[in-house]
């Protein structure tokens, strides 16, 4: 089922509270860091041009890949986070394309299709020439291309979002 976006406070209780019961620890600038990067979008300013701003939620499966993957780095005896573990992992949107990654070439070789194919599906359907989400409705067996197959795959893997607005699914 779809989680709602999660605000600041809900972002911080998400991050702290599983690593919690197993006895570690996140500083405060280390979360702070950490929801700041995953809360950053993308606004039009009046000329057109893009400015990156803070935005007020955080994808709860962004924030999910994000701390699995430091979960995966950090060593048994660590007992606190800190910025310099987040660091060691890289950027939160390399751990984003790492994720991404794997997900497309799975879903390349499950669905027979090549995985160049997906990628630039991303590429030129998915996100505007402005570098912001785009969106495509949903046609009988393939949508701008791609099978639909393929695509159920890539929501399964909560890569694309399907979306039913006026009687018509679209995925973005």
């Known amino acids: ?3 709602d976006l999660l605000g600041v406070s809900s972002a911080r209780q998400a991050i702290q509270q599983p690593v919690k019961q197993s006895g570690v620890d996140f500083s405060q600038p280390t979360v702070d860091k950490l929801i700041n990067d995953l809360r950053q979008i993308q606004v039009q300013l009046p000329d057109g041009s893009m400015e990156t701003r803070l935005g007020p939620h955080v994808e709860p499966v962004q924030l999910q890949v994000v701390c ?3 979960w995966q780095q950090l060593s ?6 800190t910025e310099d573990d987040l660091s060691a992992i890289g950027s939160v949107d390399q751990s984003l394309a790492t994720y991404y990654a794997a997900q497309v070439a799975s879903i390349a070789a499950r669905a027979n299709v090549k995985e160049r ?4 599906w991303f590429e030129h359907e998915l ?3 402005s570098g912001i989400r785009g969106q495509v409705l949903m ?3 393939a949508s701008k291309g791609l099978a639909n197959t393929a695509i ?3 929501v399964d893997a909560h890569l694309v979002r399907a979306e039913k607005r006026l009687g018509a699914t679209w995925f973005e």
């Open 117 to 120: 194919f997906i990628r630039n």
């Open 139 to 141: 046609e009988t067996e």
């Open 76 to 81: 048994p005896e660590k007992m606190q986070i």
């Open 1 to 3: 089922f779809r989680l």
């Open 68 to 70: 699995f993957h430091l």
């Open 152 to 154: 159920r795959m890539l």
């Open 127 to 129: 996100i505007t020439e």
